[in-house]
């Protein structure tokens, strides 16, 4: 018999991910507050649900992707009350680790389990599968996971204790934020000394001085264009929050605090809705680099 996915949240990611299930033979039913990513999934052939609880009484198995801690609890407060049988419920959004507290204390008490399985990867890699899930929780919750998360990522690593997820997928994510200026200062410096872009980019990445996300987001900006895969204001968010976890761990992190000037600077100038690639518009400018 088929199994029945819940997917809460259709936007970037949560949309690749339905999209990926389906074509990985789950049936899965979804809902976004969205009416345009509603369209999109079922254009692709997603199953819409009226809402949330809608959502929770086709699935046993329900994955949120969702923009914000608001719309996080939003939603396990409305699969708390539904009284429906337990459900298992994997929270794949980055958020303060607070809020992901909270959220799995409102569908605890309601019987339900949540795991905390935050994802490594842009919307560009959730299209192809190329995500890596950061599980916690429950330990037989993420085994009967385990297929699903197949059918979203190329790899889970399985973390332990419901919180570690989004410890872990907040020391990544530094790294990236740091990857992804450090990418945009090399392209700028490169061009600004005449390189070619193009060879810039093959050169870095054949070299020791490559990353993911140089391999990622060098190409918007060897192209100037910076379609979202990582909108910029939905990083700021990300940032905001492992900004807090390290200030409440009295750790210091000089490199990704530098970065934030640069992010900053880059909202100022209009680029929100763009990728977070974005940045290397903000270092052309200060460069006085003329492009095209």
């Not at 949330?52 to 939003?74: F, K, Q």
């Not at 396990?76 to 298992?88: C, D, H, K, Q, V």
């Not at 900006?221 to 909108?231: E, G, Q, R, S, V």
Request: glycine share 10%; aromatic share 4%; net charge negative.
């Amino acid at each position: 018999m088929t199994t029945i996915v819940g997917m809460i949240g259709l936007g970037i990611m949560g949309g690749a991910m339905a999209r990926n299930l389906a074509a990985a033979g789950f049936e899965v039913v979804g809902y976004d507050v969205d009416a345009t990513a509603v369209a999109r999934a079922r254009d692709a052939g997603i199953g819409i649900a009226a809402g949330v609880r809608d959502v929770a009484a086709a699935a046993r198995l329900v994955l949120t992707s969702l923009p914000s801690a608001e719309a996080a609890l939003a939603t396990a407060t409305e699969i708390a009350a539904s009284g429906l049988p337990p459900r298992i419920v994997a929270e794949t959004s980055t958020l303060a680790l607070d809020d992901k507290m909270a959220f799995a204390a409102i569908l605890e008490a309601a019987g339900h389990v949540p795991l905390d399985c935050p994802l490594s990867g842009t919307g560009a890699q959730a299209a192809t599968r190329d995500l890596v899930v950061f599980a916690s929780g429950d330990a037989a919750a993420m085994a009967e996971m385990a297929p699903v998360f197949a059918g979203i990522a190329r790899l889970t690593q399985t973390l332990g204790a419901y919180g570690q997820g989004s410890k872990m997928k907040f020391v990544a994510n530094l790294l990236v934020a740091i990857h992804n200026v450090a990418s945009a200062e090399a392209m700028v410096l490169g061009m600004k000394a005449g390189l070619d872009p193009q060879q810039i980019l093959q050169c870095v990445t054949s070299g020791a001085g490559n990353s993911r996300v140089f391999e990622l987001r060098a190409p918007m900006m060897a192209a100037d264009t910076y379609p979202a895969t990582m909108k910029l204001d939905v990083w700021k968010k990300d940032m905001s929050v492992i900004g807090a976890f390290a200030a409440d761990l009295d750790c210091p992190v000089p490199l990704f605090s530098a970065t934030n000037a640069i992010y900053d600077a880059a909202r100022a100038a209009g680029y929100g809705s763009e990728d977070a690639a974005a940045v290397c518009k903000v270092l052309a400018d200060m460069a006085r680099l003329a492009r095209g």
